[in-house]
């Protein structure tokens, strides 16, 4: 007999990484910032249930790029996929390789599609705000005007699909962000607990490895102290 949850462990294990400040990923822009912030000051292994899942989302995308290729589907045209990113700025830099990012063509029109898997699509309504920001930052360093967040959900493939059109405004929001962030660990100065303090956004914590240090360090929050 095998263990195969046990193989499944240890080929997904990772060690620590320390990363360098001045160097983010695109994805951060969405997490709560000080999140993020303790990912370079007090680094820790990922966890492995969240790597299983970040392992299924990563498999459905590679379905998704088959779907669009294949010689079953004519209205769309797979241009490239893991799309190289980076965006350097004056003393930092957004980069990386994006696994869920597709180029494809749709007629005569161009467009960025990135690939979000989810548990459940009967409540979804509307793109997350995060992922609408993150696929501004890609728009922009491509140089493509029109995006599709497509959401497919785990056990169905059934999926929902959200048009976004490049915003300049919106990418100047996302870069203040990022340069917030970078500021921040610079100074070595605690950003504010954002998902604490949006009751829309408190279910990050509870999965959150970094919710106790959280706590401890501002059990109690004084807006003052941030500003």
């Not at 589907?73 to 241009?79: A, I, R």
């Not at 493939?157 to 203040?176: A, C, M, P, R």
Request: with cysteine; net charge negative; hydrophobic share 35%.
């Amino acid at each position: 007999m095998i263990n195969f949850d046990d193989m499944v462990d240890r080929f997904l294990q990772s060690e620590i990484r320390i990363r360098s400040i001045g160097r983010y990923y695109p994805s951060e822009v969405g997490q709560c910032m000080r999140k993020t912030w303790y990912t370079f000051r007090n680094p820790k292994p990922v966890d492995k249930e969240l790597k299983k899942v970040f392992e299924a989302g990563n498999r459905l995308h590679e379905f998704v790029a088959d779907v669009f290729k294949s010689d079953k589907v004519e209205e769309v045209e797979l241009v490239e996929k893991e799309v190289p990113f980076e965006l350097v700025f004056d003393d930092f830099t957004i980069s990386g390789r994006i696994d869920d990012l597709i180029r494809v063509k749709i007629g005569s029109r161009e467009a960025l599609v990135e690939v979000k898997s989810t548990k459940d699509l009967r409540y979804m309504e509307e793109a997350s705000e995060s992922h609408i920001m993150q696929l501004q930052l890609y728009l922009h360093a491509r140089k493509v005007k029109e995006g599709i967040l497509l959401y497919l959900e785990k056990n169905t493939l059934k999926s929902k699909t959200f048009h976004v059109v490049y915003d300049e405004n919106v990418f100047n929001q996302v870069i203040e962000r990022f340069r917030l962030l970078h500021k921040k660990l610079i100074d070595g100065k605690l950003p504010l607990p954002e998902s604490r303090l949006d009751q829309d956004k408190r279910w990050m914590c509870r999965s959150c490895q970094y919710a106790e240090d959280c706590f401890r360090d501002t059990p109690d929050i004084d807006l003052g102290n941030f500003l």
